[in-house]
Nanobody
Framework: QVQLVESGGGLVQAGGSLRLSCAAS????????MGWFRQAPGKEREFVAA???????YYSASVKGRFTISRDNAKNTVYLQMNSLKPEDTAVYYC?????????????????WGQGTQVTVSS
């Protein structure tokens, strides 16, 4: 079993920044890829960013250049630094673990999920 706990969400004005954290336990963290997804009210869950065990990163077009995913294997934690936030970034953000060989952009390829953290960006 893997436990994932997100933190760092909150209310921020447009143009502001937040850093989300996802603390993992129950598996050798350094060996697997991690992803961030988000889900806005009435919308499907969408891919935001992913990072492989070797450090390769991937972003959705909507956040590329504004968000940065990183990991600290010593702390079993993955981060999502979000800058230049927009009202359309408002959503519940989830971290998840990617199955070996899985497609990083496909939520069905992720097997463990955190409970989510709310991010609200006001205009």
């Amino acid at each position: 079993q893997v436990q994932l706990v997100e933190s760092g969400g909150g209310l921020v004005q447009a143009g502001g920044s937040l850093r989300l954290s996802c603390a993992a336990s129950g598996r050798t963290f350094s060996t697997y890829a991690m992803g961030w997804f988000r889900q806005a009210p009435g919308k499907e869950r969408e891919f935001v960013a992913a990072i492989r065990s070797g450090g390769s990163t991937y972003y959705s077009a909507s956040v590329k250049g504004r968000f940065t995913i990183s990991r600290d294997n010593a702390k079993n934690t993955v981060y999502l630094q979000m800058n230049s936030l927009k009202p359309e970034d408002t959503a519940v953000y989830y971290c998840a673990t990617l199955r070996p060989g899985g497609r990083y952009y496909d939520s069905y390829e992720y097997d463990y999920w955190g409970q989510g953290t709310q991010v609200t960006v006001s205009s």
